[in-house]
């Protein structure tokens, strides 16, 4: 007998084992959402299955099945927290024109993102504080989300120097340095001293660190040209 035709197949029903592993991905996926909110809040050292448990309404071995550890836990935070902040940061300034134009979009989106974290927090930054000084996976989960984002910011100011908008004999470390430590420095004045108009300040300081760096620019050392 000839094979039935393919218009005429009845698709396979879905097995039972793969709708419970996507039940089961879904559930886990709201669960770290879940642990995101509290963690940008209360910071990843302040996150417990019990608490978890308790807010999305299930058994604390219900979620322990999940991760199986709150290290887990916590390491699968710092992962969306990283996945967020690509979607909202990189990769809309990739539509941008390499050079300054790109910098300037990362910049931006990172002071978008910033000036929402002030009022509730940055795992980055609060979790400098929580693991600087403890070794072991989660510190190192933070260490690399944060070294793959500068990675990306020195890139995009190489980038610049190639497009000869930048000096070609200038740092880029240093100039990322200086980017990063105006962000620091914002959640600082703005989260912690609650100083106005640290926002502004932090965009002046960033247009201030361009004009320096700009191939239109003197060198360091050079002296600018009377007028």
Known sequence: MPDTPPATRKPRPRSTGSRALQKGQQ???????????????????????????ELMGMSK????????????????VVREYHHCFEQEVFYPAMAAPRG??????????????????????CIYISGAIEFDDRPGPVRDALVESVMTWHGAMRRAIVQAK??????????????LFEIHGLILALHYEARFLKNPG?????????????ARFSAAAPTAGTPATPK
């Open 162 to 175: 190639e497009q000869g908008e930048l000096q070609a004999d200038m740092n880029e470390d240093q100039m």
């Open 61 to 76: 071995s219900g979620v322990f099945a999940h991760f199986g550890s709150r290290e887990e836990l916590q390491i699968s």
């Open 27 to 53: 559930t886990k996926a709201a669960i770290v959402e879940a642990a995101l909110g509290l963690a940008t809040h209360i910071g990843l050292e302040g996150l417990s299955i019990g608490a978890l448990a």
């Open 100 to 121: 300054v134009t790109r910098l300037r979009a990362l910049f931006a989106n990172w002071m978008q993102r910033t000036s929402v974290e002030i009022d509730s927090g």
């Open 198 to 210: 640290s926002i502004g300040r932090a965009l002046t300081g960033f247009d201030n660190i361009l």
